[in-house]
């Protein structure tokens, strides 16, 4: 990976801490062909970013930055997110009532939903939001309090959707998942939003990439026997999300195609 922009070494770091929790100077080194001195620049601006804490011969993923930047996150796993949002937006009809979490997958969903009619979105993600802002969608937002790192609203708003009657679909990104708990955050004020979301939805469904298969996480919002379907990429191992088949779960396999067409 020699001669990486530092933008793109430093998105790679995110992901790396997201995958494994901890990166090493020396490892980072080998991996990207630079210096020493340039990869602890690279991880002091992170650090000042809250993304990450530096300790001894590396660093380790920041407190409370577990989903990291959400701009890092848009672009990491581009053509898949995009496929996948695209398979989930052609099961909206016009004039739905639905909710999108604020995962960087539903953040392509809102931007394939901007031609729908009469069609009412309930997300607390603000960069979905503001994809919809100026289509004829309905936009509502819940309310709460600004969670930077995934540029979200959170807090727990009751039963404010839940008793304004019930929206027929809802879409989610997930931290991981599992047969035993379902759809999984790792973060406490997250998980609280999508299992107020995910009350109110009569269908469910889990939107993730391949990568997100075998996380770890913390916390269930939506437990297996209530999930529609889940859809994600043709990277996904063929067995590897077999326990919710078994449960009769419908599960999609998008195919991803690159920028110039074939098969990603």
Request: hydrophobic share 45%; charged share 25%; with cysteine.
């Amino acid at each position: 990976m020699g001669g990486i922009a530092e933008h793109e070494r430093q998105q790679e770091v995110l992901r790396l801490l997201d995958t494994a929790g901890r990166v090493s100077v020396a490892d980072l080194v080998r991996r990207f062909g630079v210096t020493a001195v340039t990869i602890r620049k690279d991880l002091e601006v992170l650090e000042r970013r809250h993304l990450l804490a530096r300790v001894r011969g590396g660093a380790v993923s920041a407190e409370g930055a577990d989903e990291g930047a959400f701009e890092m996150r848009l672009r990491h796993g581009t053509h898949a997110k995009t496929a996948i949002a695209r398979a989930a937006a052609a099961l909206v009809p016009d004039g739905a009532a639905i909710a999108l979490d604020c995962s960087t997958t539903c953040y392509y969903l809102a931007h394939e939903l901007r031609g729908r009619r009469s069609l009412i979105v309930v997300t607390n993600g603000l960069r979905a939001a503001e994809s919809l802002s100026d289509s004829g969608v309905t936009v509502v937002l819940p309310g709460g309090t600004l969670r930077r790192s995934s540029w979200s609203l959170v807090g727990d708003f009751g039963d404010l959707v839940a008793s304004r009657g019930r929206l027929a679909m809802g879409f989610f990104g997930v931290r991981s998942l599992s047969r035993e708990h379902g759809l999984m955050e790792l973060s406490v004020e997250e998980t609280t939003v999508k299992r107020r979301l995910a009350a109110a939805c009569t269908e469910i469904y889990g939107l993730f990439d391949s990568s997100k298969i075998g996380r770890f996480a913390l916390h269930s919002f939506a437990p297996a026997h209530r999930i529609t379907a889940l859809y994600t990429d043709d990277g996904a191992a063929p067995d590897a999300l077999q326990g919710f088949a078994d449960l009769e779960i419908q599960v999609h396999r998008v195919p991803v195609e690159t920028a110039a067409g074939g098969a990603a």
